[in-house]
């Protein structure tokens, strides 16, 4: 790659995120070591893809340092180069008690901001004692306000990560000169004002987001809904809908979309590296013969699973020639353990699987293949490869990657090498649901389906399967073209471009 066509930052870079991208850890004993250090790299998505461009720019990584060797390896200031041997960039490690993560990161993060930026308003109440976890949420963003101030300088761009820092914009600009840029990309939907009023903290929730100089939403529907917010619930903002700018406190916050993108390529050679995708399938107890469906999720309520079940079974209900040819595979990951939703989801998911296979499934054949084993990254390519639908039915999600990373692994029969839209492709049929960011990007090529509607979701699912291969294959090459333009490359670039703009207008791009 061209290296002024990178996503190079415009200052000097200093990235504030929940989750470090390299964590340390003692070997395990029982391989005969005494405690030596391995270090686990970024396993994917944003951490992995940020990595290089803080390596590129020797910037400073601000995260929570989880990982039971984490200070055994850090300076007396939790600090520690990485990647190790290289010492390209500073890790800037902040330790937090069990209170602290038990509060600040389960509970006002996972349990109030989560479900109330999902639209679950009501399971904020089932959490109870919010004040406690607030208190705990706004000292640990004092915490790691307090670690950017070390580091910041005038020239410094501040490049804050999601929802677990909703109170750090105010607090860092408190703390820095303030030349310095602070910018915030907030990875999960807005809600709508009626939902927001559910906020048990909104005014300061706002005023902590107005620090920003720039606050970026994946598509433009959220960061509407944030102004209309901002007008209704904090007095003295001054909100400018048509600029995208509001005036609060002596600052202005311009908002910003960037739909997020993933590393294209990495999943399309992964894909293509797969020698026998059909040999994955026996391995999760799949017949090579099946026209296979796949699911691929976080355990969570908001990513529809329940919906997509009773779908699944509304569908064989209907197609009594689908049992025994049509399998489904679900992979879902324990996610936030321990929360009681969570629990209550998976309990549920899992009695569902097992009343609907006992209800279609004979001898040799299963409706739907359900696991929580981990799968490593490149067999995951291996069977969004091998899906013949790929079935993507959030009742609310940000963006979403696994509908892009399907896309990408979609790579043909017979071509060794070059990753490129244009290659020999396959041509799996994406149903997304029309409530994800993604759905601005795909929804034209994809089968759009509202997860609620039972009927409608079990008869595009017919749809997905009878259409023919000419048609998947234009739709599937249009949206590859997507995914590999809109990269996460393009993503980050797109952030460092905006703020570029803060400081000079004139440098502007192609304006929408
Ligand atoms: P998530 O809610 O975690 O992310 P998503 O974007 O789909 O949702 O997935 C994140 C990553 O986790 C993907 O790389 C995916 O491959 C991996 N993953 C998910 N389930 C997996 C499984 N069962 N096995 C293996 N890997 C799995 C949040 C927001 C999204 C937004 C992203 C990025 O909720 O809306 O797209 O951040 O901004």
Same mark, same amino acid.
């Given at each position: 790659?061209?290296?002024?066509?990178?996503?190079?930052?415009?200052?000097?870079?200093?990235?504030?995120?929940?989750?470090?991208?390299?964590?340390?850890?003692?070997?395990?004993?029982?391989?005969?070591?005494?405690?030596?250090?391995?270090?686990?790299?970024?396993?994917?998505?944003?951490?992995?893809?940020?990595?290089?461009?803080?390596?590129?720019?020797?910037?400073?990584?601000?995260?929570?340092?989880?990982?039971?060797?984490?200070?055994?390896?850090?300076?007396?200031?939790?600090?520690?180069?990485?990647?190790?041997?290289?010492?390209?960039?500073?890790?800037?490690?902040?330790?937090?008690?069990?209170?602290?993560?038990?509060?600040?990161?389960?509970?006002?993060?996972?349990?109030?901001?989560?479900?109330?930026?999902?639209?679950?308003?009501?399971?904020?109440?089932?959490?109870?004692?919010?004040?406690?976890?607030?208190?705990?949420?706004?000292?640990?963003?004092?915490?790691?306000?307090?670690?950017?101030?070390?580091?910041?300088?005038?020239?410094?761009?501040?490049?804050?990560?999601?929802?677990?820092?909703?109170?750090?914009?105010?607090?860092?600009?408190?703390?820095?000169?303030?030349?310095?840029?602070?910018?915030?990309?907030?990875?999960?939907?807005?809600?709508?004002?009626?939902?927001?009023?559910?906020?048990?903290?909104?005014?300061?929730?706002?005023?902590?987001?107005?620090?920003?100089?720039?606050?970026?939403?994946?598509?433009?529907?959220?960061?509407?809904?944030?102004?209309?917010?901002?007008?209704?619930?904090?007095?003295?903002?001054?909100?400018?809908?048509?600029?995208?700018?509001?005036?609060?406190?002596?600052?202005?916050?311009?908002?910003?979309?960037?739909?997020?993108?993933?590393?294209?390529?990495?999943?399309?050679?992964?894909?293509?590296?797969?020698?026998?995708?059909?040999?994955?399938?026996?391995?999760?107890?799949?017949? /090579?013969?099946?026209?296979? +469906?796949? =699911? *691929?999720?976080? $355990?969570?309520?908001?990513? %529809?699973?329940? @919906? #997509? !079940?009773? &779908?699944?079974?509304?569908?064989?209900?209907?197609?009594?020639?689908?049992?025994?040819?049509?399998?489904?595979?679900?992979?879902?990951?324990?996610?936030?353990?321990?929360?009681?939703?969570?629990?209550?989801?998976?309990?549920?998911?899992?009695?569902?699987?097992?009343?609907?296979?006992?209800?279609?499934?004979?001898?040799?054949?299963?409706?739907?293949?359900?696991?929580?084993?981990?799968?490593?990254?490149?067999?995951?390519?291996?069977?969004?490869?091998?899906?013949?639908?790929?079935?993507?039915?959030?009742?609310?999600?940000?963006?979403?990657?696994?509908?892009?990373?399907?896309?990408?692994?979609?790579?043909?029969?017979?071509?060794?090498?070059?990753?490129? /839209?244009?290659?020999?492709? +396959?041509? =799996? *049929?994406?149903? $997304?649901?029309?409530?994800? %960011?993604?759905? @601005? #990007? !795909?929804? &034209?090529?994809?089968?759009?389906?509202?997860?609620?509607?039972?009927?409608?979701?079990?008869?595009?699912?017919?749809?997905?399967?009878?259409?023919?291969?000419?048609?998947?294959?234009?739709?599937?090459?249009?949206?590859?073209?997507?995914?590999?333009?809109?990269?996460?490359?393009?993503?980050?670039?797109?952030?460092?471009?905006?703020?570029?703009?803060?400081?000079?207008?004139?440098?502007?791009?192609?304006?929408?």
């Amino acid at each position: 790659d061209d290296d002024d066509n990178g996503p190079g930052c415009p200052g000097s870079l200093i990235v504030v995120s929940n989750r470090q991208p390299y964590r340390h850890e003692y070997e395990s004993e029982s391989e005969g070591d005494d405690g030596s250090i391995v270090v686990d790299e970024p396993a994917g998505g944003l951490t992995a893809g940020l990595d290089p461009v803080v390596q590129e720019a020797n910037g400073t990584w601000i995260a929570w340092g989880d990982g039971e060797a984490d200070f055994a390896v850090t300076d007396a200031n939790d600090c520690v180069s990485v990647p190790p041997g290289e010492d390209a960039y500073t890790l800037h490690r902040i330790d937090l008690s069990e209170e602290a993560v038990s509060s600040y990161y389960y509970g006002f993060s996972n349990q109030v901001l989560w479900p109330l930026c999902h639209e679950f308003p009501d399971l904020i109440e089932e959490r109870g004692d919010w004040a406690n976890d607030f208190e705990w949420y706004r000292t640990v963003n004092e915490r790691f306000a307090d670690a950017v101030a070390e580091h910041a300088t005038a020239e410094s761009i501040v490049w804050i990560q999601d929802y677990h820092f909703g109170l750090a914009p105010r607090l860092i600009r408190e703390r820095i000169p303030k030349a310095a840029t602070i910018a915030h990309f907030w990875h999960i939907p807005w809600p709508t004002p009626e939902t927001f009023a559910e906020c048990p903290v909104s005014e300061e929730l706002l005023e902590g987001l107005l620090g920003n100089d720039l606050l970026g939403f994946h598509v433009d529907r959220y960061a509407r809904l944030f102004l209309e917010c901002v007008e209704q619930y904090l007095d003295g903002a001054v909100v400018d809908h048509e600029e995208w700018l509001v005036d609060y406190d002596e600052g202005t916050t311009r908002l910003a979309t960037a739909a997020m993108g993933i590393d294209a390529e990495t999943y399309d050679e992964h894909a293509r590296a797969v020698e026998d995708p059909d040999a994955l399938l026996e391995e999760f107890g799949v017949s /090579p013969e099946v026209t296979l +469906g796949l =699911g *691929v999720d976080r $355990l969570d309520y908001s990513k %529809g699973i329940p @919906e #997509r !079940l009773a &779908a699944l079974e509304r569908f064989f209900e209907r197609n009594p020639d689908r049992r025994g040819e049509f399998t489904f595979l679900q992979k879902a990951t324990p996610s936030r353990t321990g929360i009681p939703a969570y629990e209550r989801l998976g309990d549920l998911v899992r009695s569902e699987v097992t009343r609907i296979n006992s209800r279609f499934g004979t001898d040799d054949w299963q409706p739907i293949v359900y696991t929580e084993e981990y799968v490593p990254q490149e067999k995951l390519c291996g069977l969004y490869r091998r899906a013949d639908v790929m079935v993507i039915s959030p009742l609310l999600d940000g963006m979403n990657l696994v509908a892009q990373e399907f896309v990408a692994s979609c790579v043909g029969e017979g071509s060794a090498s070059g990753a490129a /839209p244009g290659e020999p492709h +396959g041509d =799996g *049929v994406l149903l $997304l649901s029309e409530r994800t %960011g993604a759905h @601005e #990007r !795909l929804g &034209a090529d994809a089968v759009t389906i509202d997860p609620t509607d039972t009927d409608a979701f079990a008869a595009e699912l017919e749809t997905a399967l009878a259409m023919p291969a000419s048609e998947r294959r234009r739709r599937m090459r249009s949206m590859r073209t997507d995914v590999f333009e809109a990269d996460l490359e393009a993503w980050m670039d797109s952030q460092f471009d905006s703020i570029r703009r803060l400081h000079d207008p004139s440098e502007s791009n192609d304006d929408d």
